[in-house]
């Protein structure tokens, strides 16, 4: 079998979100290497695998991993999102496994690695959002916010009601209007137009963005010379 790392592009809406998991990836480059980092964009690397982040899109069944994979390879959905029919119609919609964000780093890389020899992976017993936390950056971390908070108010910011965040995230409506309270006690905000105008103005509208990195990829013997 092959020593190889995964070859593998992230995939989010928002930069610093892709740039966060790729950085939470890096003790890892002897088994995962992040070739490309997509935001609203397709997959144009050859890469094995694409690990799609759904922050700002808790529905990991509204995935389209037809319409991201580019180049090819297998499809990972990596949400806090761990509802059983989301992760079968994500699965439905052609993804190759589904792994929470209550996952460690290291889970994290198994994950990839399992997903790339061919294997389904589905979230485990232990999907407590709130253990995988400090998993990355996220819009609005430099200011306080907790990956919940920033990511309703993203939804916010997309124009969604309380009862509609409940519906996506599935969580309650009363848990949705606490991560609010807590969101804009830390921006400063009393009303959804303030929300909505600081969260535009510190990094929570989706970017559209390609960025490939450096292939480190040594060449082949016979490319040599």
Not at 159 to 165: A, C, Q
Not at 207 to 210: G, I, S, Y
């Given at each position: 079998m092959s020593s190889s790392p995964v070859r593998i592009a992230v995939?989010?809406?928002?930069?610093?979100?892709?740039?966060?998991?790729?950085?939470?990836?890096?003790?890892?480059?002897g088994r995962v290497e992040v070739v490309e980092l997509d935001s609203r964009k397709p997959v144009a690397s050859d890469v094995d695998v694409v690990l799609y982040d759904t922050f700002g899109k808790p529905?990991?069944?509204?995935?389209?991993?037809?319409?991201?994979?580019?180049?090819?390879?297998?499809?990972?959905?990596?949400?806090?999102?761990?509802?059983p029919d989301q992760v079968r119609a994500a699965l439905d919609r052609g993804a190759?496994?589904?792994v929470s964000k209550a996952c460690s780093a290291e889970e994290l890389v198994e994950a990839i690695e399992r997903v790339h020899r061919g294997e389904r992976v589905t979230p485990g017993g232990d999907t407590d959002p709130e253990r995988g936390e400090m998993f990355g950056r996220w819009p609005g971390d430099e200011h306080g916010l907790s990956a919940r908070e920033s990511e309703v108010l993203a939804l916010i910011c997309?124009?969604?009601?309380?009862?509609?965040?409940s519906q996506r995230a599935y969580i309650g409506i009363n848990t949705v209007?606490?991560?609010?309270?807590?969101?804009?006690?830390?921006?400063?905000?009393?009303?959804?137009?303030?929300?909505v105008i600081w969260g535009l103005s510190h990094g929570f509208e989706p970017?559209?963005?390609?960025r490939v990195l450096q292939d480190r990829t040594p060449p082949s013997a016979s490319s040599a010379g």
């Open positions: 995939v989010n809406d928002y930069a610093i979100v892709v740039a966060g998991t790729a950085r939470v990836l890096e003790p890892f480059a529905q990991g069944s509204a995935c389209h991993p037809e319409q991201l994979m580019g180049a090819g390879g297998r499809f990972l959905v990596f949400s806090w999102n761990t509802d190759h496994g589904y997309q124009g969604l009601s309380n009862v509609e965040i209007k606490t991560y609010i309270r807590s969101a804009y006690r830390k921006i400063g905000a009393t009303t959804r137009p303030q929300a970017d559209r963005v390609r």
